[in-house]
């Protein structure tokens, strides 16, 4: 027997094994395709425009990326809420009511596809195709997406550029205040430290020097009256008399006075009233005249008296105009010292000065930047309130489909009777390989190492041969009608070979 005629006789002997196969694979697939609901799928492509506004002009504040806002969009729009309102208006589904909202959602989310496409220097573009039991379902809830997707974009992008107005606004009053603060607390420093300010050092430090050399003068000629008086008194001492009465010559603070003018006289050429020197000179000599003034009012009247009498006259006057320059010295040294406390007061001050000027001025620079993008943030929300911006069109609108796009019912029956076939004949292999019996002589040589000298087929009579094929026949017989019969039973009375199907398929997804 030659290899052909082998194998085919294999075939034969397992053929029932291939006809159970193969029919429940191919009446299976033909009851699937069958059965089947004609699906129908709706599709519309949208594209994102750039602004209409070129950005050198007026920039929007909203800058998401094209794709990055596609994708965004598509999130929110298979969220939950929206996609059960859309399933309850279009009642998607055939037994809807009966479905749980997880159900519903999921659902959704499997019949609805979106492709988003997008690269350098390429148009972003979003693919949105929905798979319904029926044309206007499809194009329907395409059009909600569609309606959703609108409202989504605007919305979005209205808030982004709302809530930057707003942030700007706000960081613009917290600046304001911070600014008015920090004015406020320099303003109350100058005033608290009116007199020991760098702005007027120099004119205190001349101050100081005028009052110093004044206080020398006076202390010059506090001196030159003790002198004075003690040579009258060693003079009386020595003689016993003064000589004649006193001089009417001018006193020191007279002779200072009269210095003091003329220096004043000589100023105003050169200087104004404002000036600070004519200030300071001006106010010495509203002091020396009121000394002058009491040096009269308690100078004693002219006597024509001589000896002790003139003497004590003498002293008294001297004694006078003593008590005068020095009640002017303390004065004059009291001032010194204040003015001197100011002074070294001025570079602490000067430092907490700047210090508090450069805190405003970081926040003036801060303002100054809000305010700038305030008015940028101002022109953004304006561009996006018009509609200007950047947004998302429709080129492709959704369209009522006529024809089913799924399923392909012959390819699924086609496919299904092959693939019954290949199993059937690949159950016959395996069988085959697994039976470790000898049925050829070489199978005794090469098991048993036994060399047959021939072999004698088995000849079966007229009679077992008609009962054989009998046998076979109503075993092909039972078996091509028992196998649809029973396939169609399950589709029929337990569970559609299709939700069987899809059952099986998702529990391969969930192991996989």
Request: glycine share 8%.
């Given at each position: 027997m030659g290899p052909v005629r082998y194998y085919f006789s294999i075939f034969l002997r397992r053929f029932p094994y291939f006809l159970i196969v193969a029919l429940i694979v191919s009446v299976a697939s033909f009851i699937v395709a069958r059965s089947l609901p004609a699906t129908y799928v709706s599709t519309m492509r949208l594209i994102v425009e750039s602004p209409q506004i070129p950005g050198n002009l007026a920039a929007s504040t909203v800058t998401t990326p094209a794709a990055e806002q596609l994708q965004i969009i598509e999130q929110r729009l298979l969220t939950r809420p929206i996609l059960l309102e859309i399933a309850r208006e279009f009642q998607v589904l055939p037994d809807q009511d009966e479905a749980s909202p997880d159900q519903v959602v999921k659902a959704m989310r499997k019949n609805t596809s979106i492709w988003i496409s997008s690269g350098l220097n390429q148009a972003s573009l979003m693919t949105i195709s929905f798979e319904a039991r029926t044309g206007p379902i499809a194009a329907g809830v395409l059009n909600a997406y569609l309606t959703e997707i609108q409202k989504l974009d605007v919305s979005y992008r209205k808030e982004r550029a709302t809530d930057t107005l707003t942030f700007f606004q706000l960081e613009v009053d917290r600046l304001s205040n911070e600014l008015s603060r920090r004015s406020a607390r320099i303003l109350e420093f100058k005033n608290d430290n009116s007199?020991?300010?760098?702005?007027?050092?120099?004119?205190?430090l001349a101050q100081q020097g005028a009052l110093q050399t004044n206080l020398e003068q006076t202390d010059q000629?506090?001196?030159?009256?003790?002198?004075?008086?003690?040579?009258?008194m060693n003079i009386f001492s020595s003689t016993g008399q003064v000589v004649g009465p006193p001089q009417q010559n001018q006193t020191p603070a007279q002779q200072q006075l009269s210095q003091l003018q003329s220096q004043l006289d000589n100023l105003l050429v050169v200087y104004s009233e404002n000036s600070p020197q004519i200030k300071l000179l001006r106010a010495r000599i509203e002091k020396l005249e009121k000394v002058v003034a009491a040096e009269q009012a308690n100078a004693p009247a002219p006597s024509n008296q001589t000896g002790n009498s003139s003497l004590d006259l003498q002293l008294a006057q001297i004694d006078s105009q003593i008590a005068a320059l020095e009640d002017q010295r303390r004065v004059i040294q009291d001032r010194l010292d204040a003015l001197t406390l100011t002074i070294d007061q001025t570079p602490a001050n000067a430092i907490t000065l700047a210090e508090l000027q450069?805190?405003?001025?970081?926040?003036?620079?801060?303002?100054?930047?809000?305010?700038?993008?305030l008015a940028d943030a101002s022109t953004g929300e304006r561009i996006e309130v018009t509609s200007q911006g950047q947004r998302i069109s429709v080129i492709e609108h959704p369209s009522t489909p006529t024809e089913p796009a799924k399923p392909n019912r012959l390819m699924i029956a086609g496919g299904g009777a092959a693939?019954?076939?290949?199993?059937?004949?690949?159950?016959?292999?395996?069988?085959?390989?697994?039976?470790?019996?000898?049925?050829r002589p070489e199978d005794l040589i090469s098991k048993l190492d036994v060399w047959p000298i021939a072999t004698i087929p088995y000849a079966p009579s007229?009679?077992?041969?008609?009962?054989?094929?009998?046998?076979?026949?109503?075993?092909?017989?039972?078996?091509?009608?028992?196998?649809?019969?029973?396939?169609?039973?399950?589709?029929?009375?337990?569970?559609?070979l299709d939700l069987i199907a899809e059952r099986v398929m998702d529990k391969l997804e969930t192991f996989w």
């Open positions: 007199d020991a300010l760098p702005d007027s050092l120099q004119f205190r000629q506090i001196f030159s009256l003790k002198s004075q008086r003690e040579n009258l450069r805190e405003h001025d970081n926040i003036q620079n801060q303002y100054n930047v809000a305010i700038s993008r693939f019954g076939i290949a199993l059937g004949l690949g159950l016959v292999v395996l069988l085959e390989i697994l039976n470790r019996s000898v049925r007229r009679g077992e041969v008609i009962m054989q094929r009998t046998v076979w026949g109503g075993i092909i017989l039972a078996i091509l009608i028992g196998v649809p019969a029973a396939v169609w039973a399950v589709h029929i009375y337990y569970l559609p």
